[in-house]
């Protein structure tokens, strides 16, 4: 039989990261799930990629520590093996607040997870796939928000701002690595039924995006998972360094 390609999705504990985890898995893949502190939920998200017929782990990391990601790859090769696809899920909003009340401790831990994190994950991946050095190519698939064009005023300007970085990080690393056969691409999320926004103080939000999204409610995390698969596949083999946006019509 063939080998099943492998696929490593950080902060996959819950919500996005783990409905993109059990969807690769469905798709064939086997499955690296990276948690920060949910390890229970984690292990949760690894039994169900294994009913889906893959192998899976579950390997913590704070992918804002640069040394910790390392480790996180490292495990995965001697337990899985070089990985075909990242995707970079691993993400904070820093709690709700105006740009005057922003506290340095936010601004630095939102960069620290959603750019630094990104961006080291990045690394490790090239290290793998790209195919001057020895690896066979692969695809890699940066979450951002619909927050990196529309702005998140008086909500969450330093969370847009992080994840505009994310996009052109992304538009610049398809350039740089699609002659080594890496492909980059990022989906522009909308606003998704996960318990993000609770955690994070503002529980209102979803409801008041839902009614004013033409598709007339927010996005399942199932709805940015099938987007993540496509991406990852043969069918979008010609595409790189492109944000596609999941929104339900939203205006990015």
């Known amino acids: 039989m063939p ?14 990261g783990a409905a993109t985890a059990i969807a690769f898995a469905r798709a064939g893949y086997d499955v690296c799930v990276n948690y920060h502190s949910d390890a229970e939920g984690a292990s949760a998200t690894a039994e ?29 090769d001697e337990l899985l ?3 075909d696809c990242l995707v970079n899920n691993a993400g904070i909003i820093g709690g709700t607040s105006t740009l005057e009340s922003l506290t340095e401790g936010a601004l630095q831990a939102t960069f620290a997870t959603n750019l630094f994190g990104t961006i080291y994950c990045l690394q490790e991946a090239i290290e793998r796939m790209a195919s001057d050095r020895g690896g066979a190519g692969g695809s890699i698939v940066n979450m951002s928000s619909l927050a ?9 300007v330093h969370y847009a701002a992080s994840k505009g970085a994310v996009e052109t990080l992304t538009i610049g690393a398809g350039k740089e690595l699609g002659s080594v056969g890496v492909r980059v691409n990022a989906i522009r999320v909308g606003t998704t039924a996960t318990d993000i926004h609770a955690r994070e103080g503002n529980p209102d939000r979803p409801g008041k995006v839902a009614r004013a999204t033409p598709l007339g409610r ?35």
Request: with cysteine; net charge negative; proline share 6%.
């Open 148 to 156: 990196a064009t529309l702005g998140s005023p008086g909500e969450y």
């Open 81 to 83: 093996g070089p990985i």
């Open 218 to 252: 927010i996005a399942e995390p199932e709805d940015i998972a099938d987007a993540a698969i496509w991406l990852a596949s043969p069918m979008a083999r010609f595409i790189t360094g492109t944000i596609l946006t999941v929104a339900g019509g939203i205006a990015p």
């Open 48 to 76: 169900r990629c294994e009913a889906e017929g893959a192998k899976a782990i579950a390997v913590g990391a704070d992918v804002s520590d640069r040394n910790a990601v390392k480790n996180l790859f490292r495990t995965c």
């Open 3 to 16: 080998s099943r390609s492998i696929v490593l999705v950080t902060g996959a504990s819950k919500g996005i």
